[in-house]
């Protein structure tokens, strides 16, 4: 079993939390859903609890009605014998961590998100240390979002803890009530989900509150949510569904093999990953030893890395500021070649700025290191290149970009994250580089105010290729407003405080009107088809016509061009009724029924648009055909069905009718046409068609 490269990286960078369910626990004794709900009905009836239709409950669970069971046992049992029961089950004093929760402390996780009530992720985080770590619930919504900011690690009990039995979410109106009344709860996870990586273990993928919250991940930020991996039984999901997942979720699933039943490869994978950790530990030790320097100091301390990067931080909020700590080191550069004075023109540009800078050791003079620094390097150091940046400062700042043109036209992009990115001794830069959204935000601000307002200038990139086509049109339609000038509102979601900037017409690049248009049709026509549609790098004459037309067939429900010749299936009575109408090449007008669905190729994304029906006023079957008429009639059963193919007169439009999205009035005259009944049935029951073969008409 491979573990994900990218799933490595995001844990060795410290983004990565877990996500566990109730497949860890069974492996210490304990129910999955179906199992407990059998256990609170045979506790119920030995607790008095009125269980005259058991058979019907049992039944309920044995297909799937999960929920509506819970929510009628717990009205049942009542809140005290509930309680009483949660706690018989999941407070055992038997109950201890099995291997793989023990393996789940040595993983560095920035933080677990456990669906489970019992208190096996505490145990096992408290065994190591004896000190529990902070342990949430949903109710907890304002340490929550401190969490979140703070890089120390963190248990959230998602759908409550044994503890805290008012907490536990288990019935259809607990999940109502979680996902309708607190909606700072879900922002919370929105933004740990848009912002880390999560590693599902032991998720069945589900649980409703789960899938609800990936459900508007996916229509908020489309394919921007970033990678999130499952680890799961590989017999338990098909091919099809691991791809949905991918596709929907941006799931990718690493499946194990059970041969077993007692998925022990969960346990090998997560020791894998511990030993991993380890492995890249053993290679900063040397750094982590410099920290011991710091062990007395009562407001510093060192932090080291699985990178091999050590940080000093404040060991308690306002260390800095009351005791600030002084590092000193040494660097002359060679101002008297023409290289090393402009390597100390950089320089100076990076104390200002805090610009990443690269200074080649032979344009360095002198160079000292600080004291903590020389205990690594040695004495006497000769650099051969010097690397100076900014640690980027994860706190998140979520921002609204408001643009409102002088003409009145506004628009915003309505979710930014900026971090800090870099600063100086003159200005400071913030950015959303790390967040997966296809606009990239720059905002610079001086340190040094004039007249009273500190500067700032903001820089807005966008990138409309392979993204959504809503995304895509926000970025043109924000690129449009902002080219017009006027006035750029920055609002902090976390205050609600505006700041506002005047940009100037002309200042800002705009893209074309004809990309605008087609982007806003494309938006019309995924909305109207509940398809996503992605932009592809490049767009055709004739995929552009196609987004027309598809737009014109969705809005009016017809769509006039050429076509023809077309293929009908007669009786030999209607064959030879067809012979006496376009005899010697009459023309007719006719109206047919086309059996297939009609498909539209939306830059690279295939759409149905359903039953169709062709119109022609002046149409007719050419001699050869009427000849073959002849031919087939005379040789055929009295109940053989024979193909007659009839074309449109030279010069002669073709109106093409879209059954499904005709005006009503329209539609309904249409549906009574007999040879549509015939061919597409389901129209007349109510039912909807999935798409079949491509119709050229």
Not at 623 to 641: F, H, M, N, Q
């Amino acid at each position: 079993m491979e573990i994900p490269k990218e799933l490595l990286e995001q844990l060795t960078h410290g983004n990565c939390f877990a996500c566990v369910g109730a497949g860890l626990s069974q492996g210490a004794g304990l129910p999955g859903w179906p199992q407990m709900l059998t256990r609170m009905i045979e506790w119920g009836a030995g607790h008095g609890v009125s269980l005259a239709d058991r058979a019907d409950l049992e039944a309920g669970i044995k297909s799937g009605k999960l929920l509506m069971v819970a929510e009628e046992l717990n009205e049942r049992m009542g809140k005290d014998k509930f309680s009483r029961f949660m706690k018989d089950l999941f407070r055992r004093p038997d109950l201890k961590p099995t291997g793989a929760h023990q393996f789940l402390h040595r993983i560095p996780f920035f933080a677990v998100i456990t669906l489970n009530y019992d208190p096996l992720i505490e145990s096992a985080y408290t065994l190591p240390g004896k000190i529990t770590p902070p342990t949430f619930t949903h109710a907890d919504t304002p340490e929550l979002s401190g969490a979140l900011r703070s890089k120390d690690f963190f248990i959230l009990k998602a759908h409550g803890t044994i503890d805290r039995t008012e907490t536990i979410i288990l019935t259809q109106k607990d999940y109502r009530k979680l996902i309708n009344s607190k909606p700072a709860y879900r922002q919370f996870l929105k933004n740990l989900f848009t912002q880390k990586t999560a590693l599902f273990i032991g998720v069945g993928m589900t649980d409703p509150d789960l899938l609800l919250l990936l459900d508007e991940l996916k229509a908020d930020f489309s394919d921007y949510t970033g990678t999130h991996y499952a680890l799961m039984d590989a017999s338990q999901i098909p091919e099809y569904e691991r791809k949905r997942f991918e596709k929907d979720y941006s799931i990718e699933i690493i499946p194990y093999q059970n041969p077993t039943g007692d998925h022990s490869e969960v346990k090998a994978f997560l020791k894998r990953l511990a030993e991993y950790d380890l492995l890249k530990k053993a290679a900063v030790r040397k750094i982590v030893e410099v920290g011991e320097v710091f062990d007395d100091d009562p407001d510093y301390r060192v932090v080291a890395n699985t990178k091999g990067e050590f940080f000093i931080e404040a060991k308690h909020p306002g260390a800095a500021e009351a005791r600030p700590l002084t590092l000193s080191t040494t660097l002359q550069f060679k101002e008297d070649t023409p290289e090393g004075k402009q390597a100390h023109e950089e320089f100076q540009k990076h104390l200002a700025t805090g610009s990443d800078i690269t200074i080649k050791g032979g344009n360095v003079r002198e160079f000292v290191p600080p004291e903590i620094m020389r205990s690594i390097l040695g004495d006497g150091i000769e650099p051969v290149e010097l690397i100076i940046g900014a640690r980027r400062d994860e706190r998140p700042i979520p921002i609204q970009l408001e643009v409102e043109a002088d003409d009145g036209e506004r628009t915003s992009l309505d979710y930014v994250v900026l971090n800090l990115a870099r600063h100086g001794n003159q200005e400071a830069t913030f950015d959303n580089e790390p967040q997966a959204v296809p606009w990239k935000v720059s905002l610079r601000l001086s340190k040094q105010p004039r007249d009273g307002k500190i500067k700032s200038k903001i820089n807005v990139e966008f990138n409309t290729v392979g993204v959504n086509a809503w995304q895509a049109f926000q970025q043109v339609k924000f690129a449009r407003v902002m080219a017009k000038g006027g006035i750029l509102r920055v609002r902090h979601l976390e205050t609600n405080l505006v700041d506002e900037t005047r940009i100037l017409s002309g200042v800002h690049h705009a893209f074309e009107d004809r990309w605008f248009d087609l982007l806003e049709r494309l938006v019309f026509i995924q909305e109207t088809l509940k398809t996503p549609i992605t932009v592809p790098e490049t767009i055709t004459y004739g995929d552009a016509r196609v987004v027309f037309q598809t737009e014109e067939i969705l809005k009016n429900g017809r769509l006039t061009g050429t076509g023809g010749p077309w293929s009908v299936d007669m009786t030999v009575e209607k064959a030879g009724n067809a012979l006496e109408i376009f005899g010697d090449e009459k023309t007719q007008p006719i109206t047919l029924a086309i059996q297939d669905l009609f498909q539209a190729n939306i830059l690279g994304t295939i759409v149905s648009l359903g039953p169709i029906m062709v119109r022609c006023p002046r149409a007719y079957i050419n001699r050869e055909e009427l000849d073959k008429i002849r031919t087939s009639i005379g040789a055929a059963k009295s109940d053989e069905v024979l193909q007659v193919n009839i074309s449109p007169f030279e010069g002669c439009p073709v109106e093409i009718l879209f059954i499904n999205w005709l005006p009503k009035e329209e539609r309904e005259e249409a549906l009574k046409h007999p040879g549509l009944r015939q061919a597409h049935p389901q129209l007349y029951e109510g039912k909807t068609e999935n798409h079949s073969s491509k119709c050229q008409a």
